[in-house]
């Protein structure tokens, strides 16, 4: 196949819901990526929080090929070992333990409209038509998840959106003006990624546990982009030292398969019950094995820990640069966000791109960054001469 008209045929063919492609990319290995004309790149993007493992990793090749050599599909009549073993490490590396509970999809958006549904069945003393969520966060696309987006302009064409969900900012006192009986549930990311890697106040997750508890609404975690092992821990709330009800999970679980839970935590667990939900694909052999094999190289190599320690060199080493473009360096483990001194970002991804190294702008005035949880010394080098050359192209 000729790939110089690559864009052309992208363009006549793919729906116009997003901007044009970046490069056209054919292969990769490690934290490495190539595009169709041979050029390398360094991926510290890794799919969006995606590629837990890099690309190609053996351990998820091998799981991925036995397993759609033995059992692929069998729908949700049946169950499946691979399905029991992962619902059984997420009660574990959750914390739910034998009282939580899995609900298996295949994206992150589906494990929102999961959670979506649940607090509709949190009718606990009464009617509860309203569910909170915070502004400026993002929960997926579909019209569920797309009525928790805090974004307007995301909304704005799809209206009316799902009636009963409130937008507030993500500040103690708003909270507790807005918490009530009629709340079914707070719906929040602990670090909004879509907005540039941005923590929540100090203080607001514990607060927003205690004014849940206190008015009997849920409060549900999207750890979409945050979990399995992305910000140093297996899930950003065990650094915040509270439990949630449920917590969403997607991204990184398959490394690159599509997967998508939700985990139910307590009593909550008993809220769906037959009949309430499904998902045909949801929880299948073959992506469910492929989670597995996530799961066991993370626990096997020591990922978490590598994504904290790493995450600090490397928040280290971006502040060391001292760039008068760099305002502030943010994030947990390896998840971070570069605030600039100017509205550039997207120049400053486009040259990184130009110099082989691949990191995002999800907006004009920050940057995000989140390799692979196996980033190690080479990769972290050769990231600091790339970063480096690109900031100075644009300054
Ligand atoms: C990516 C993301 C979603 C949506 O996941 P999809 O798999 O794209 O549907 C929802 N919430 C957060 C926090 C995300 O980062």
Redesign the pocket.
Known sequence: MSDDNWLARYRASMMGTITDPLALLVRGEGCQVWDSDGNRYLDFLAG??VNSLGHAHPALVEAVTDQIATLAHVSNYFATPPQIELAERLQRITGAGEDGRVFFCN??????EAAVKLARLNTAGGPRPRILALNRS?????MG?LSLTGQPALQEPFAPLLPGVEHIDSTIPALEAAIGPDVAALIL?PI???AGVVELPAGFLARAREVTREHGALLIL?????GIGRTGSWFAFQQYGIVPDAV?I??GLAGGI?V?ALVTFGAVSKLFTSGHHGSTFGGNPLATAAANAVLGEIERSGLVENAALRGEQLRALIADLAHPLIAEVRGRGLLIGVELSEPVAKDLARAALAHGLIINAPNERSIRIAPPLIVADAELAEFRTLFTAALEGIS
Do not use: L
């Not at 999207?222 to 945050?226: A, F, G, K, L, S």
């Open positions: 969006i929080a994206s992150g958006t589906e494990a929102m993002f929960h997926g696309r579909t998840a990311e909004k990624g879509e999207d750890e979409i982009q945050t969403a997607a991204k599509p998508g």
